[in-house]
């Protein structure tokens, strides 16, 4: 990779501008994702097992899903609601026919203070190498990119398409070309399958500005072989990872789902994404919106809100705002938190009795 110096983040985030629409735990509204497509072109086994994402899977279709003046539409109305940032997610986003105008349009909002919406990107990267360029022309601001190993033999068998690693290191070098700057790549860590990446990833990445986080395994829909044995606990990854190279703690932002950290050598910026050993549902300021046009308050939610009702062009603008700006303020969700009681319970009665999320419809 080419080397390039990584800065250190502010203390602080910048004061948003818009007055923020609290929920019940007085979290604002400040982030939007948006799914833009439910199908993949990779069946990554932590997230969509061909076992269940078979050729028969009933995905949305073209008619199910939003179209791009319905998610503009569903955007403009959290924008004015004190959303600065907007990431495009999925299934797999680069999938979605006309991705650049759809980034470039949203994109063009403004917040009521005049800014330029943040528009960025959760990709795998698979058809990053030939659309980072236009991407960011069309004005995506940041790209973070799925990478779980360097090594191509676990590479192809994690994304169980063979899918070779060689093109999503070059769709990360032309991020990085194109500016869509900081890269972030971000790794699930499963136990006994790429634990052993970690180091590798982290001596790949110095010097070449990229930052680079590691997810706990999550027990999400779809996968059956789901157990706290094959998460690697943050805390573990960490020490992994000191042992080899003195770290220095960087502040929390408002909002961020990492631990961050710096090499001490200034080489690489880490994060640590720890969901499942320490939920940070008391900072979660995200709403989510599927392709079908349905709010989830929280990754785990077992309930959504249909939003499609209010995307009609004749619908008024406003009743879409308050549709969300109700819900959210009704929003006490924290499942993460809960889970770890729900989930001692049920290993022990040896059945799923929590709800799980499929991740690839509602985007991570
Ligand atoms: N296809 C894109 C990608 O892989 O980057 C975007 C959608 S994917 C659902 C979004 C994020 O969810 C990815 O970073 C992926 O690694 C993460 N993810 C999926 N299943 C997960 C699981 N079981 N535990 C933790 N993270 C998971
Ligand atoms: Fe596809 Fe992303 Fe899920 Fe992998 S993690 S199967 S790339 S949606
Ligand atoms: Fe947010 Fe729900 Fe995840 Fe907690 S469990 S961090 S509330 S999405």
Redesign the pocket.
Known sequence: MQAAPVQAIPATAPEPTAPAVPDQLGRPLRDLRLSVIDQ?NFR?T??MPKSRFGRDYPFLTPAQRLSDDELLRLVRAFVGLGVEKVRL?????LLRKGIESLVERIAALRTGDGRQVEVAM???GSLLARKARALRDAGLGRVTV?LDSLDDGIFRAMNDVDFPVGRVLEGIEAACAAGLAPVKV?C?VERGTNDGQVLPLVEHFRGSGVTLRF?E??D?EG?SGWSPSRVVPSDELRGRVGRAHALLPLARRAGDTASNFLLADGSLKLGFISSVSHPFCGDCTRARVSVDGRLHLCLFATRSVDLRQHLGAARPEQDLAEAIRQAWQARGDRYSELRAGLRAETLASGKRQYPTVR??LV??
């Not at 997610?89 to 986003?93: A, F, W």
Request: aromatic fraction near 8%.
């Open positions: 993949c990554c932590y997230c997610t999925g299934g797999e986003p959760t990709t795998n799925s971000n699930v997810i395994y999550m999400v996968p991740m690839s985007g991570g």
